[in-house]
């Protein structure tokens, strides 16, 4: 077993390409590998800006050997009456390049078949790694990639060099013109001539002496230690914040923080939109006090060691001024509009041009929240319709127009400032939450029903538009915003009618329609319904109790949460696989049965029936008072008491017998038992 060390030295590739690529690198080498027969231990991903890593510990040096089994015409056309070979034997050992004197006789289900066993002997990893590197190489996929020169290969940028070696000899291969060595190189511009490599344990030596880092877990943690102890130089903390150091992890080789300042009087501006200021245009780390309020400085991570570090800092803080005088400019600019007067330029905005203006979707979705209001708390509706209704005012102003990942949080501030009601202020920002997977939720009714409302507005009007997301593009993000409605609605445990919900917002967009009412509203609730079992799924939830419940109804998603709940921990129970097997019996039966029958309990005959038919009586009173309490753990649990005589019946009694009537009631009777299974779950979707 030897190592094995693969470089991909690169222009710069953006950061956020990189972390999928070295997590792609390592399947696909893994797959290519055991595809190849090549054993292996211990895969690992670095990566730079500049370079792909990848390093495995152990790779055998040959292929294991391989047992080819093929399956030819049976023993009776193989072998005549004598035992000797027929044509067809010999063709088919000719064809597989075996003798055919070595052909086996095996025994399968289908009967007895001639076999041809071809055995491959490994070939040496030296021979096999000059044709899979390069495909692995090629097959790393970008959000966008590129060609370069006269190249014909396409990657996230040019390709510069390729490092390849196992157990130290080096892997001879091309890329694109590219030919693999032993030679590295080190940082662009303080360390940029070749390094000759003999193994891993000298490439990360060597790397390092030339000002290169190459693994992201030990240049994060040298970027997070390094700029707590620059924050403690001003008495600051660093605000944290994991998306924007992984993207700074990986804009830099060799990471160098600096600790800048700016003029204090830019913290008369709300706070968050001097911390977006830094972060999405400069990526600039916040500093803040121990109480959590900003202070007049600021770390930013350097790719060099400056030789005058004055000098880079100065320019830094030149930058961010700049960023912060247009903030305060369009911050006291927007502050002579009010927020309310500013909801009349709405009408100038399009939100979509089949669906109309912003101020027309405004109006839409605040009487859906006016509608949802009505079955939440009717008492919020005065609140509720001013967040509504001032909730997009603030795209028409300056500060969003220049800073568009502000809105919400910048009509929040300007509706406090014009003395509009916390609760209101607070939900201006939060209807646009849960902006991504695993974000919070509105912390307020409030915000809850404004958020859905805005939602379903989106999701219905482009369904009703025909703008219905596909396999590879959603524009309008409707999958983000029903998962959000699906969370709001769960976690929040909202008694909610995703068929209301949408009837009303359809009732709200009747003019905008482009396509009939009733088949928008089967797509948004299947819609609806496929990205609640992906969400339920990526709970662990088991598929067949999702589908179990799903197959009988899909309205209330509470409702159905708290039967999936109960379900699932039904499953566990000792006698609920023989209610599932006793219910699929009986719909087995009743499947080519005709459909009209009627129950007449004095026809009942056998006692095994009767007993069947009283205990059914009793349990569908207490089942129905369960489910009408919507106590959905009680009423498995009656269903269940219904075991034995359930097994008593099919054990004892004949339902298929030739006296129509007899067979009808029988039949009348396991229906009417299915019915009440199947008010809850359909129990055959259960495995």
Not at 2 to 13: D, F, R, V
Not at 233 to 240: E, F, Q
Request: hydrophobic share 40%; with cysteine.
């Amino acid at each position: 077993m030897k190592e094995l060390l693969l470089e991909i030295g690169t222009e710069e590739i953006p950061a956020g390409f990189i972390p999928p690529a070295l997590s792609n690198l390592k399947e696909l080498v893994q797959k290519e590998f055991e595809a190849n027969r090549i054993d292996f231990k211990g895969v690992k991903t670095l990566g730079t800006p500049r370079r792909l890593v990848l390093f495995i510990e152990s790779v055998s040096e040959k292929q294991r050997d391989e047992e080819v089994r093929r399956i030819g015409p049976t023993r009776m056309v193989a072998f005549d009456s004598d035992g000797q070979p027929t044509k067809a034997a010999i063709g088919f050992a000719k064809g597989q390049s075996v003798p055919v004197e070595s052909l086996e006789v095996i025994r399968t289900e289908k009967g007895e078949y001639v076999c041809a066993v071809k055995r491959e002997a490994g070939k040496p990893i030296l021979n096999i790694l000059p044709q899979i590197l390069p495909k692995i190489i090629l097959s790393i996929p970008f959000q966008k990639s590129m060609r370069w020169a006269e190249t014909p290969i396409r990657f996230a940028r040019p390709i510069h060099w390729i490092l390849g070696l196992f157990g130290g000899e080096v892997i001879p291969f091309d890329v694109g013109g590219i030919q693999s060595g032993n030679i590295t190189y080190g940082h662009r511009f303080l360390h940029p001539e070749p390094i000759v490599v003999k193994d891993f344990k000298t490439y990360l030596q060597k790397t390092s002496e030339a000002f290169v880092i190459v693994d992201p877990a030990e240049r994060k943690k040298k970027i997070e230690e390094e700029m707590i102890r620059e924050g403690a130089k001003v008495s600051g903390r660093v605000l944290k914040d994991e998306e924007l150091l992984d993207e700074v992890n990986y804009l830099v080789e060799y990471p160098k923080p600096f600790c800048g300042s700016f003029d204090d009087k830019f913290l008369q501006l709300p706070q968050e939109v001097v911390i977006h200021s830094m972060k999405e245009h400069q990526r600039y780390f916040p500093l803040m006090d121990d109480h959590g309020k900003l202070i007049p400085h600021f770390i930013f991570i350097s790719n060099i060691v400056p030789k005058d570090e004055k000098v880079v800092v100065r320019g830094n803080e030149r930058v961010l001024k700049a960023r912060l005088s247009d903030a305060s400019f369009f911050f006291q600019d927007d502050l002579k509009v009010p927020l309310e007067k500013r909801v009349e330029a709405l009408k100038k905005v399009v939100f979509q041009a089949k669906l109309g203006t912003s101020y027309e979707k405004v109006i839409r979705f605040k009487n859906l929240a006016l509608f949802i209001t009505g079955r939440i708390n009717p008492k919020l509706q005065e609140v509720v319709e001013r967040a509504a209704f001032l909730c997009k005012a603030d795209l028409v102003t300056g500060m969003v127009g220049e800073f568009p990942k502000l809105q919400g949080i910048v009509g929040r501030e300007y509706a406090r400032l014009s003395g509009e009601k916390p609760e209101v202020c607070e939900a201006i920002y939060e209807h646009y939450l849960p902006a991504f997977s695993g974000d919070r939720l509105p912390s307020s009714p409030i915000g809850d029903i404004v958020s859905i409302a805005d939602k379903m507005d989106t999701i219905v009007g482009c369904f009703g538009v025909g703008l219905l997301p596909t396999g590879t593009a959603d524009p309008f993000g409707l999958r983000r915003q029903a998962l959000g409605i699906i969370r709001i609605i769960l976690e929040k445990e909202y008694s909610l009618s995703l068929t209301e919900l949408i009837e009303e917002s359809g009732r709200q967009l009747k003019e905008k329609m482009e396509r009939s009412f009733s088949e928008v509203e089967a797509e948004v609730i299947e819609f609806f319904r496929i990205r609640y079992q992906n969400y339920l799924q990526d709970k662990g939830y088991p598929f067949d109790v999702i589908e179990a419940v799903l197959s009988t109804s899909f309205d209330q998603l509470l409702d159905i949460q708290h039967r999936i709940d109960a379900l699932r921990e039904a499953r566990e129970w000792s006698d609920f696989e023989s209610i599932v097997i006793g219910f699929k019996r009986a719909m087995n039966i009743l499947k080519g049965a005709p459909s009209r029958r009627e129950l007449n309990p004095s026809l009942f005959s056998e006692p095994a029936e009767k007993n069947l038919h009283q205990t059914f009586i009793r349990a569908k009173e207490r089942v129905d008072q369960h489910l009408k309490k919507r106590n959905y753990p009680s009423a498995l649990l009656e269903m269940t008491r219904m075991k034995s005589p359930i097994d008593e019946f099919f054990d004892r009694v004949m339902v298929m017998v030739e006296d129509e009537a007899n067979r009808n009631n029988r039949l009348a009777l396991l229906d009417e038992i299915g019915q009440l299974f199947l008010r809850f779950a359909d129990f055959s979707k259960l495995t």
